[in-house]
């Protein structure tokens, strides 16, 4: 598969410090491809400059992390026009969710030269809003919002697991009521999240077993407490991939979440507020290159 015409949007704020032009022009300097370079001055400006570019190119392709990702997918979504990603930001889930390389050099190889296919992913729509991983709420939520950016700089995502201990040590439970695909229930949680990709970003740890970005599905999972028995045994669900009974989990196409209150939560990287939400699924919406399958 070989694309005549690319197009890279760069985003210099990611978390990576490293030589991404230069790579980008050694790894095609000797290649027939017509390629040309946008880059974005802030992160929100990746949406304008994809959606500029559907339809005009042959593939668009994302230098940055999980936001920059997230904007672009949002741009490309429901077009025919196919998204390639050069992992630059500090946990990268999307691009680990897809097998993607994590070094940027060997990113670059896989869409010029290597063995690659297209592959039609799954997206979300939470109160008109397009995303790509997940909505979070509670300590995922918070643990995003309360995490030093100095920290993030200096350990990268060691930074989250900090956030993460400070924010479970005084969570306090939410009651949510939940119409999961016409189904009501009521649950208490310190911790809700509707997503699309299994993967944590760390290693292969995955929020729950048998999560598919492509299974025309979203996973809804409730931790009930954080207690240090409860936290134990949801590390061991996402080490050794198997079901925990701290955490409740359905499998839906269409949620909606109602809360007492106005309450912060996160939308792939984006911060919102709403007390209702209502989430559904968009079945293979964006279009993705991926590394082709091993026989």
């Known amino acids: 598969m070989l694309f005549q015409n690319i197009h890279f949007i760069i985003n210099p704020a990611s978390g990576k410090s490293e030589a991404i032009l230069s790579y980008i022009q050694h790894a095609l300097c000797k290649t027939t491809i017509n390629w040309a370079v946008t880059v974005a ?6 949406y304008s400059i994809a959606s500029d570019l559907v ?6 392709v994302i230098y940055g992390g999980d936001g920059s990702i997230s904007q672009v997918a949002r741009a490309l979504c429901g077009s025919n026009t196919p998204m390639a990603i050069i992992p630059g930001g500090t946990a990268n889930i999307l691009s680990k969710e897809l097998n993607i390389p994590q070094q940027s050099q060997d990113a670059l190889a896989l869409i010029i030269g290597g063995e ?14 397009l995303f790509v991983l997940r909505v979070n709420m ?33 969570a ?4 949510y009521n939940l119409m999961i695909d016409g189904e009501t229930f009521i649950e208490t949680g310190v911790l809700l999240t509707v997503t699309n990709a299994g993967s944590m970003g760390i290693g292969d740890m995955a929020l729950f077993p048998g999560i598919s970005i492509n299974d025309g599905f979203l996973d809804v999972i409730l931790m ?12 061991g669900s996402t080490i050794f991939h198997h079901e925990s009974e ?19 939560y996160i939308c792939d990287d984006s911060e919102r507020q709403a007390n209702n939400i209502h989430i559904k699924i968009l079945p293979l919406a964006l279009n993705v290159l991926v590394a082709a399958i091993k026989q």
């Open 116 to 129: 690659i296919r297209l592959m039609r992913i799954d997206m979300g729509l939470a109160n008109g809003n």
């Open 172 to 175: 306090k439970p939410q009651t």
């Open 224 to 235: 009930h407490d954080t207690d240090p028995l409860s936290v134990l045994q949801v590390a």
């Open 41 to 46: 001055i802030k992160e929100d400006d990746c």
């Open 246 to 264: 701290v955490l409740k989990h359905w499998r839906c196409k269409e949620i909606v979440i109602t809360m007492e209150e106005s309450t912060h």
């Open 55 to 60: 339809g005009q190119t042959d593939l668009v």
């Open 138 to 170: 509670g300590v995922m939520a918070d643990m995003i919002l309360e995490v030093d950016s100095q920290l993030k700089e200096k350990l990268g995502q060691v930074a989250y697991g900090i956030s993460a201990l400070k924010t479970a040590a005084v």
